[in-house]
């Protein structure tokens, strides 16, 4: 982040994107209103006070007795969240961000009549916080930062580790790339990273997690289609479509057909023809998201059948099949990659669930018949909620009589929590996993 001359600034817009996710809208929205030059910066300083929103606000209420207005409300979280958990691998002291966010406030005109509130709250919460804190952390909401809900979902699914899942969502993830085998494998693309200045450390089969995140010009061949951004857990999607035995024995003069049912933005379509040969089907019902496909393809020189097309409803795309192979990362509550989009803590409803599973449930029934007998079909999820994974794979596999479940990994929890290995893989290795759910489906 730039030095506490420009903090004041980054803490004005970091407080207005803020607000944006109060009124209910994700943070790419809440972004793209942020001056390019400001906008890493200012990202940071969001995503860490979403992780911490929930005690912040519970010090916001204390601190001014309910009397500020959002805009001024939404500046002193983000600033208490310096405060209270210092940004990962930035430490103002207490002096710099208490005059760095009165300067924020005057330089807003919404703002600056509240500036003496302002000093005075984050004053006196540098004098008097030890006193307050049983009082202000009193509740759920407040010591974990998560909603009630997603809290006893959690607690009720995993009583061992739910305190560690949480814990895992306030925590910044790494930056892992896959580097595309069309062009090194990933121990030579290591090394043009170390020549680069870049440190990493090799996990999975074209993974490495770097030690520090950098832009992605920063990364030897980008532009060239040698490497892309992607989690380690993200990266298994595509072998286990290709582990497939019918894959596996291909002998036919054409080459298998492929269908990546949710596909944008599209990292998995482009891992799966990084794999192997093969014509892929690029289906997703969000127009502009295929766009981000189609350039994520265009910069990695690949090629697929791109379409606008809702999966779960009968089109144009079905004429691409019937096909060898199916992947559908189907929509989810994203609760596995909250440590990557803080914002899904707080913008996802328990009464959205339901609609998610039945989503989901529709999707597999209605590309199953798409699939050739012999065929595969994996099942993903980025979520760590059992109605979402094994629930609604189990569900799946009693009510379709021709589908064949083979070994996959099932729930894949951040950090590998679910691995008794989990501290021999190393820190970095470890921090590489987001939570994923896989199910394998071979047709009969």
């Not at 992607?230 to 990266?235: F, K, M, N, R």
């Not at 379709?400 to 820190?427: F, I, M, V």
Request: charged share 20%; glycine share 6%.
């Amino acid at each position: 982040m730039s030095s506490s001359i420009a903090l004041h600034t980054h803490l004005h817009w970091a407080a207005r994107a803020l607000q944006v996710v109060a009124e209910g809208r994700a943070t790419h929205q809440a972004l793209g209103t942020v001056p390019a030059a400001h906008r890493p910066a200012v990202q940071a300083l969001l995503f860490h006070a979403l992780r911490h929103w929930g005690s912040s606000q519970a010090w916001v209420a204390h601190l001014s007795q309910g009397r500020v207005k959002p805009r001024v409300k939404q500046l002193l979280c983000v600033a208490l969240a310096l405060l209270e958990r210092p940004e990962d691998g930035v430490r103002y002291d207490a002096h710099t961000v208490v005059n760095q966010t009165v300067q924020a406030c005057k330089q807003d005109p919404k703002t600056q009549a509240a500036a003496g509130l302002i000093n005075a709250c984050l004053r006196r919460y540098g004098r008097d916080q030890a006193a307050m804190r049983a009082q202000v952390l009193s509740d759920g909401l407040a010591q974990h930062n998560h909603q009630a809900w997603w809290l006893a979902r959690i607690q009720a699914q995993y009583p061992e580790h739910w305190s560690a899942l949480v814990a895992a969502d306030l925590r910044s993830a790494p930056m892992v790339v896959r580097v595309n085998r069309r062009h090194h494998d990933a121990l030579s693309y290591q090394v043009l990273l170390t020549q680069a200045g870049l440190t990493s450390t090799p996990v999975g089969a074209e993974g490495l997690v770097l030690d520090k995140a950098v832009p992605v010009e920063r990364l030897p061949g980008f532009g060239q289609g040698w490497v892309s951004v992607q989690d380690a857990s993200a990266q298994m999607a595509a072998h286990w479509v290709w582990d497939s035995p019918h894959l596996q024995a291909w002998t036919g003069s054409e080459r298998p057909k492929i269908l990546d049912a949710c596909a944008a933005p599209g990292g998995k379509t482009a891992h799966l023809l990084e794999l192997g040969d093969a014509q892929v089907t690029a289906l997703d019902v969000d127009a502009q998201r295929l766009q981000r496909v189609r350039d994520n393809l265009q910069r990695l020189r690949l090629d697929a059948r791109l379409c606008a097309a809702d999966a779960a409803q009968s089109g144009d795309w079905q004429t691409e099949g019937p096909f060898d192979a199916i992947l559908l990362d189907a929509p989810c509550s994203a609760s596995g990659i909250a440590r990557r989009h803080p914002d899904v803590l707080w913008l996802r409803r328990a009464s959205d669930m339901d609609a998610l599973v039945h989503t989901q449930a529709t999707l597999l029934d209605r590309l199953w018949p798409q699939l050739k007998p012999g065929g595969r079909l994996v099942y993903a999820t980025c979520s760590v909620f059992h109605e979402e994974g094994e629930a609604q794979a189990t569900a799946f596999a009693q009510r379709t009589p021709d589908a064949k479940r083979s070994p996959a990994s099932g729930h894949w929890l951040p950090q590998r929590l679910n691995d008794a290995q989990a501290a021999a893989l190393g820190h970095n290795v470890a921090m590489a996993y987001d939570g994923f759910f896989y199910a394998v489906f071979d047709k009969i």
